[in-house]
Structure formats: structure tokens, C-alpha cells
């Protein structure tokens, strides 16, 4: 990713794994990455993200940018974590890029991954130029956020498929049940 200065950019990483996690921190220093924060499991991602907000000098963090966590970990998965950033009251950000590590890559588990506002998948095993290509994805395509009575999240379109009939999903400020929010 030689052609994007990551330098500033801060990782919260969210790994059971000592093996994966020192994988990932490793090719996250190699393509560039300035900070990389390891915990072991999303509840200790929660506290931590709560410590930036509340104290960022202790924290040694201004701002979290990117989160990544595997999605099978005790005693909080990652989409239990996911859940608490996008969903609940005291998440500090909301909108924060939200990359999902998962060897269970079914139709059925991505679309819950999904359905609760993930950014992106990242399948195990992954190679350097997986990571990077979430992450080229998270710079260049970024999603405006879609708030509705069943979903927050990224907007989950990624193309424009034809259809027949009226066009219903197109989007305005003005939707009485769907609010556009920009991150």
C-alpha cells in the first residue's frame, strides 16, 4: 500500500490468538500502519475504546481509525463488539471502519456480519495483500451510513443492479423511514 502514507492511521486489533495477532500486527507494520493496539478479545477492545474517550493521554491514543477483530473469540466475540460500536449509547464512534476476521465465511454469517454494520470481511487465512485490499477499500470506497428502525451501518449496496419496476432504493434527505447519515 506504498501509494498511501498509513503513518498516522491507528489499528485497534482484537485477536484470542497470540499467532494471528502477532501475524497481523506484523502486516500491518509492513503495509505501513503507524499504530497498531493489540487486545485479546472484544470486551477488552470496548474498555479500551471507552479509555480513549475518556482519557487519551492514559490511553496513549487520540483516535482509533480503524477497528479489527475476530469475529470467534471468549468471552466477547466480534460481533458482540461490533454490536456495542455500532448500536449502543456509549460507543465513541460509531461510524469508525469495522473489519471482521472470520473462517467461517458461509453466505449465512456474512450476511449477519452485514446485517449488524460491518465495513468489511477478511477470511482466514489471509495474506498481507488481503489486509491491504480491506484497507484500499476503506480509503477509496468509503459508504455513507444508513440509520433505519432495524439497521445502522454502512450502506451495504456495493453496485447498481438493474431491476424492473420502480426504483425504491433511491435515497434522499428527506426519507420519512430512512435517515443518510455522513460519518
Not at 502477532?22 to 500491518?28: G, P
Request: net charge neutral; glycine share 6%; aromatic share 8%.
Amino acid at each position: 500500500m506504498s501509494e498511501y502514507d498509513l503513518e498516522r492511521v491507528t489499528v485497534l486489533l482484537a485477536e484470542d490468538s497470540q499467532f494471528i495477532r502477532s501475524l497481523l500486527i506484523n502486516s500491518l507494520k509492513i503495509l505501513g500502519v503507524g499504530k497498531v493496539i493489540a487486545v485479546e478479545d472484544g470486551g477488552q477492545a470496548i474498555e479500551f475504546l471507552q479509555l480513549v474517550k475518556e482519557d487519551p493521554m492514559k490511553a496513549q491514543c487520540q483516535k482509533v481509525d480503524i477497528l479489527l477483530s475476530n469475529w470467534d473469540m471468549s468471552p466477547v466475540d466480534g460481533m458482540m463488539f461490533l454490536r456495542w460500536v455500532r448500536r449502543h449509547k456509549l460507543s465513541p464512534d460509531r461510524y469508525v471502519p469495522f473489519i471482521m476476521i472470520t473462517g467461517y465465511t458461509e453466505p449465512k454469517r456474512i450476511i449477519e456480519a452485514r446485517e449488524m454494520g460491518v465495513t468489511e470481511m477478511l477470511a482466514k487465512p489471509f495474506t498481507i495483500s488481503n489486509i491491504a485490499e480491506r484497507l484500499k477499500s476503506i480509503i477509496e470506497r468509503p459508504r455513507q451510513f444508513v440509520h433505519n428502525a432495524s439497521y445502522f451501518g454502512p450502506d451495504r449496496r456495493r453496485q447498481a443492479v438493474p431491476f424492473e419496476g420502480e426504483n425504491r432504493r433511491f435515497l434522499t434527505e428527506k426519507s420519512d423511514s430512512v435517515e443518510i447519515v455522513r460519518g
